[in-house]
């Protein structure tokens, strides 16, 4: 399998009147995914018990739980993705958190 990931920032939606955002495009075949998800998703963190620092999911984080369940059904990827993300903020989060997927047909 062959992923890609793209990412952007800019001004979250709904903040600011007038605003001004990037467009893209991409190509999308048969089986790929697509995921999107808020900040509050790779802003997850947690406190290590040993060292007494805060860790962040970042997205380095979230695009390796992407990476780990790519081989199951989007169902079963996004439940397996949510459970180890409640896990990783011990189920509290600081923030919003969603991750919407589709898989094009």
Do not use: A, M
Request: charged share 25%.
């Amino acid at each position: 399998s062959f992923t890609r990931i793209f990412t952007t920032g800019g001004t979250p939606l709904g903040l600011q009147r007038n605003t001004t955002f990037v467009s893209g495009n991409i190509q999308l075949q048969p089986k790929d995914r697509l995921f999107i998800h808020t900040d509050g998703v790779p802003n997850l963190s947690h406190l290590d018990t040993k060292t007494g620092d805060r860790k962040k999911l970042q997205t380095k984080g979230l695009e390796e739980l992407i990476l780990q369940y790519e081989n199951l059904s989007l169902d079963d990827t996004l439940s397996g993705i949510w459970r180890e993300l409640l896990d990783f903020c011990r189920g509290k989060p600081k923030d919003d958190i969603l991750l919407f997927g589709l898989e094009v047909p």
